[in-house]
Structures are given as structure tokens and as C-alpha cells.
């Protein structure tokens, strides 16, 4: 029974997971070092979810280790003292000017579509690419949709029940895709 279960195991992860939709320029992606995290969009009804999304990705990548990651405080002060809005997507100039402050070969912005529970079940829908600085050139990008029941491996394990542990899960997941 023990050898059933061993072999079953990882075909189940299999199926019952998917690559979150991307594209990636990897030879692009290998000279970025350091990165800048934006505000998330965000376009559900709870008002905190941009925020906390966020702050979890933000987290997930200097976790990573893969980029050297500006602090949130310094792109804040930096879009503060720039007037721009915190929904406002960065154009070119503002790009540059980050580039020449801070130091940061690329930003990463992304939108929050769903980040709510379906009875107790919670969703994340999450979109998310990195441009240059310099360029304005999308080098990476991706999309992924999980609830909580995505990460269930047998008799409720894996089943992540609270909308913080899923977006650490799924910025885990998109994160996996920019590997180098």
C-alpha cells in the first residue's frame, strides 16, 4: 500500500498543478540585478488587496534571492515626490529617473483581479511583469488564478484556507517562472 501511495503522490501533484501563464526573455532577465516592486493595481472590492499583495510579492522576491530588491518605502517616496498616483503605470521618463535614483535595471508591476473568499475557500487572481528601466521593455510576465483547494494534495492536506498564505503561495508560483 505505502509503494501505491509513493507512486500515486507525484502524479497527483502533477495534475492537480499548472504553470501560472508567462513569457520570459531569460537572456534579458540575466543582466537585471536590481529591481523595483510597484504598487499593485488593484481592481477588487476589498481596499487593502493591492496592498497586500504587494507586500507579499515584495517579500517572496528578495526571498528569492534572484535581484537585489528597492525597499517599498524608497518607491513610495520616489512616486510621492514624482505626483504620480499609485495606480498610474510609469511611463518612460518616470522609468528613467528611477533608473538614474535608485539604481534599479527594472520594475515590476502588477494588477490584483480577485483576492476574495467563496465561501471559505480563498482566490487570487494575480497579473504581474517586469519592464527596464532603460527600455521600457517587457522582459517577463505572468498570470496565474488559484483558491485554496489548487494546493490540495489527499484528505485535506496542502489546502490553504487564508488569502495571506495563498498569495505567498502564488507569488511563489510566479516567481519559479523567472528563474535563471
Same mark, same amino acid.
Given at each position: 500500500?505505502?509503494?501505491?501511495?509513493?507512486?500515486?503522490?507525484?502524479?497527483?501533484?502533477?495534475?492537480?498543478?499548472?504553470?501560472?501563464?508567462?513569457?520570459?526573455?531569460?537572456?534579458?532577465?540575466?543582466?537585471?540585478? /536590481? $529591481?523595483? &516592486?510597484?504598487? *499593485?493595481?488593484?481592481?477588487?472590492?476589498?481596499?487593502?488587496? +493591492?496592498? &497586500?499583495?504587494?507586500?507579499?510579492?515584495?517579500?517572496?522576491? @528578495?526571498?528569492?534571492?534572484?535581484?537585489?530588491?528597492?525597499?517599498? +518605502?524608497?518607491?513610495?517616496? *520616489?512616486?510621492?515626490?514624482?505626483?504620480?498616483?499609485?495606480?498610474?503605470?510609469?511611463?518612460?521618463?518616470?522609468?528613467?529617473?528611477?533608473?538614474?535614483?535608485?539604481?534599479?535595471?527594472?520594475?515590476?508591476?502588477?494588477?490584483?483581479?480577485?483576492?476574495?473568499? &467563496?465561501?471559505?475557500?480563498?482566490? $487570487?487572481?494575480?497579473?504581474?511583469?517586469? $519592464?527596464?528601466?532603460?527600455? +521600457?521593455?517587457?522582459?517577463? /510576465?505572468?498570470?496565474?488564478?488559484?483558491? +485554496?483547494?489548487?494546493?490540495?494534495? $489527499?484528505?485535506?492536506?496542502?489546502? @490553504?484556507?487564508?488569502?495571506?498564505?495563498?498569495?505567498?503561495?502564488?507569488?511563489?508560483?510566479?516567481?519559479?517562472?523567472?528563474?535563471?
Amino acid at each position: 500500500m505505502r509503494s501505491l501511495v509513493c507512486l500515486l503522490a507525484p502524479l497527483l501533484l502533477l495534475g492537480c498543478s499548472t504553470l501560472p501563464r508567462h513569457y520570459v526573455d531569460r537572456a534579458a532577465l540575466e543582466e537585471i540585478e /536590481k $529591481v523595483a &516592486v510597484l504598487p *499593485f493595481q488593484n481592481l477588487t472590492d476589498d481596499p487593502i488587496a +493591492g496592498e &497586500v499583495t504587494t507586500r507579499i510579492f515584495h517579500a517572496e522576491l @528578495i526571498r528569492s534571492g534572484l535581484f537585489a530588491v528597492e525597499e517599498l +518605502g524608497n518607491i513610495e517616496d *520616489f512616486m510621492f515626490q514624482q505626483r504620480i498616483r499609485r495606480r498610474a503605470e510609469l511611463d518612460r521618463m518616470h522609468l528613467l529617473l528611477l533608473r538614474r535614483r535608485l539604481g534599479t535595471e527594472a520594475v515590476i508591476m502588477g494588477t490584483v483581479s480577485r483576492f476574495e473568499y &467563496v465561501g471559505e475557500v480563498p482566490r $487570487v487572481a494575480l497579473a504581474v511583469r517586469m $519592464v527596464t528601466t532603460e527600455e +521600457g521593455r517587457i522582459v517577463w /510576465k505572468a498570470r496565474i488564478e488559484r483558491d +485554496g483547494e489548487d494546493y490540495l494534495l $489527499v484528505l485535506n492536506l496542502g489546502r @490553504i484556507r487564508s488569502l495571506q498564505r495563498l498569495c505567498r503561495a502564488v507569488a511563489r508560483e510566479l516567481i519559479r517562472t523567472m528563474r535563471r
